[in-house]
């Protein structure tokens, strides 16, 4: 049973910075992907960030670049997303994804509930 459980999230005022958490149980990811996606309510959720756990490459979103960072503890089987200079928009619940293949789009195999992420003008 694999499980990705999420946690850091919470309410800030634009300009603050956050640092989420994903813990990872069940398997070991180290050979593969883990990252971040969002979803605002009435929208698509969208891609965020992910690293690849062998050699931690990261790839980011265009509207989140240098204002994210990604990063992983192998060790742990855990990623992290810290947040920085947020804003309005960043509102969102966040999920933690790990595994699965790269085709055009990532698709990964296992989710977590998600954390809720809030930013107040």
């Known amino acids: 049973q694999v499980q990705l459980v999420e946690s850091g999230g919470g309410l800030v005022q634009a300009g603050h910075s956050l640092k989420l958490s994903c813990a990872a149980s069940?398997?070991?990811?180290?050979?593969?992907?883990m990252g971040w996606f969002r979803q605002a309510p009435g929208k698509e959720r969208e891609f965020v960030a992910r690293?690849?756990?062998?050699?931690?490459?990261?790839y980011y979103a265009d509207s989140v670049d240098d204002r994210f960072t990604i990063s992983r503890d192998n060790a742990k089987n855990t990623v992290y997303l810290q947040m920085n200079s947020l804003k309005p928009e960043d509102t969102a619940v966040y999920y933690c994804?790990?595994?699965?293949?790269?085709?055009?789009?990532?698709?990964?195999?296992?989710w977590g509930q998600g954390t809720q992420v809030t930013v107040s003008s």
């Open positions: 069940g398997r070991t990811f180290g050979s593969t992907l």
């Open positions: 994804a790990a595994g699965g293949a790269l085709f055009t789009n990532w698709r990964p195999d296992y």
């Open positions: 690293i690849r756990m062998s050699i931690g490459t990261t």
